[in-house]
């Protein structure tokens, strides 16, 4: 598989993966039934006939075990995404299955948001992402701080299995991969911690999408919870997650601060997208809300 993501990057691949709603409606549109490319086969997730399709790059991602056929369609297991110089591998469109790795528009802000963080602060000794998926966040970090111990967790075996590929096609293949409920299954302590969890409640609770608790906030108050007992003097969370707004307040922000109430941590929150995912609010447990909003919670133990 990394195989085919440097022969794609070679050849000038470039893929911007939209959210699942744009992705449902640019593939519906009459004339994209099919595949025409390969930004088609391994960005849009189309079908193609093995026989219109003889490319080199084709026969690799099938002898890799990337294809799958049914009923003389050929489909791709994996999307291919691009960010800056670096190719990920995630899950095909639709992300139905349990374990579906997804990396879209938030991966990209939360990309943005830790890269301008770390082009200020000072270097960590040791750092993880926490629920990782396709490894950004962790393969951000190593590229920055290669001299730092990185760790990348994830409950989800297949992510870790995706995040591997992709941190060696981004030739950070040095670090640590671990599949752990948060940090459960990792000791230490940690000069920095990142996260970018899931943050909508999911009936069918699919990892890469149920963050779990009433409103969807569940998990991101779980590593806020898991960053205070892990954080080392003067370590850092960089915790990038959605919340809803009701009446104008924001629930998972008012119960974060219960945690953090006391002498020994600093914390800020800044709104980073002001509404995002509104077909969201149109059922469910997020129907009593108004927005969604995106968030950036920074906690920082005071030395």
């Given at each position: 598989m990394r195989q085919v993501g440097i022969t794609l990057l070679r050849a000038g691949y470039r893929f911007v993966c939209p959210t699942p709603e744009t992705q449902r409606r640019v593939n519906a549109r009459p004339g994209n039934e099919w595949a025409g490319n390969l930004v088609d086969i391994f960005g849009w997730s189309r079908p193609f006939r093995r026989q219109t399709r003889p490319v080199p790059l084709v026969e690799l991602a099938m002898v890799a075990g990337m294809l799958v056929a049914d009923e003389g369609e050929w489909r791709s297991r994996f999307r291919f995404s691009t960010l800056g110089r670096n190719g990920f591998f995630h899950s095909s469109f639709p992300t139905e299955a349990e374990d579906s790795v997804f990396f879209g528009p938030d991966t990209c802000r939360f990309g943005a948001l830790l890269a301008a963080y770390l082009r200020d602060a000072p270097p960590p000794a040791r750092a993880v992402d926490i629920g990782c998926g396709a490894g950004l966040g962790a393969i951000l970090i190593a590229q920055h701080d290669p001299a730092a111990e990185i760790m990348m967790v994830d409950i989800n075996a297949a992510a870790l299995r995706l995040a591997r590929v992709n941190a060696a096609l981004a030739g950070v293949d040095f670090i640590l991969a671990r599949q752990s409920d948060l940090l459960l299954d990792v000791s230490d302590e940690f000069d920095l911690i990142v996260s970018n969890p899931p943050y909508l409640p999911d009936r069918r609770r699919r990892l890469y999408r149920n963050g779990g608790g009433r409103l969807g906030e569940g998990l991101s108050l779980a590593i806020v919870g898991t960053a205070m007992e892990r954080l080392a003097s003067g370590g850092t969370l960089l915790l990038y997650t959605g919340t809803a707004i009701i009446s104008g307040e924001n629930p998972f922000l008012r119960e974060a601060v219960l945690l953090l109430d006391?002498?020994?941590?600093?914390?800020?929150?800044?709104?980073?997208d002001l509404d995002v995912l509104g077909e969201e609010l149109e059922e469910g447990p997020?129907?009593?809300?108004e927005r969604i909003a995106v968030i950036c919670l920074r906690v920082t133990r005071r030395t």
């Amino acid at each position: 598989m990394r195989q085919v993501g440097i022969t794609l990057l070679r050849a000038g691949y470039r893929f911007v993966c939209p959210t699942p709603e744009t992705q449902r409606r640019v593939n519906a549109r009459p004339g994209n039934e099919w595949a025409g490319n390969l930004v088609d086969i391994f960005g849009w997730s189309r079908p193609f006939r093995r026989q219109t399709r003889p490319v080199p790059l084709v026969e690799l991602a099938m002898v890799a075990g990337m294809l799958v056929a049914d009923e003389g369609e050929w489909r791709s297991r994996f999307r291919f995404s691009t960010l800056g110089r670096n190719g990920f591998f995630h899950s095909s469109f639709p992300t139905e299955a349990e374990d579906s790795v997804f990396f879209g528009p938030d991966t990209c802000r939360f990309g943005a948001l830790l890269a301008a963080y770390l082009r200020d602060a000072p270097p960590p000794a040791r750092a993880v992402d926490i629920g990782c998926g396709a490894g950004l966040g962790a393969i951000l970090i190593a590229q920055h701080d290669p001299a730092a111990e990185i760790m990348m967790v994830d409950i989800n075996a297949a992510a870790l299995r995706l995040a591997r590929v992709n941190a060696a096609l981004a030739g950070v293949d040095f670090i640590l991969a671990r599949q752990s409920d948060l940090l459960l299954d990792v000791s230490d302590e940690f000069d920095l911690i990142v996260s970018n969890p899931p943050y909508l409640p999911d009936r069918r609770r699919r990892l890469y999408r149920n963050g779990g608790g009433r409103l969807g906030e569940g998990l991101s108050l779980a590593i806020v919870g898991t960053a205070m007992e892990r954080l080392a003097s003067g370590g850092t969370l960089l915790l990038y997650t959605g919340t809803a707004i009701i009446s104008g307040e924001n629930p998972f922000l008012r119960e974060a601060v219960l945690l953090l109430d006391g002498p020994d941590f600093v914390w800020e929150s800044v709104e980073r997208d002001l509404d995002v995912l509104g077909e969201e609010l149109e059922e469910g447990p997020l129907s009593v809300a108004e927005r969604i909003a995106v968030i950036c919670l920074r906690v920082t133990r005071r030395t």
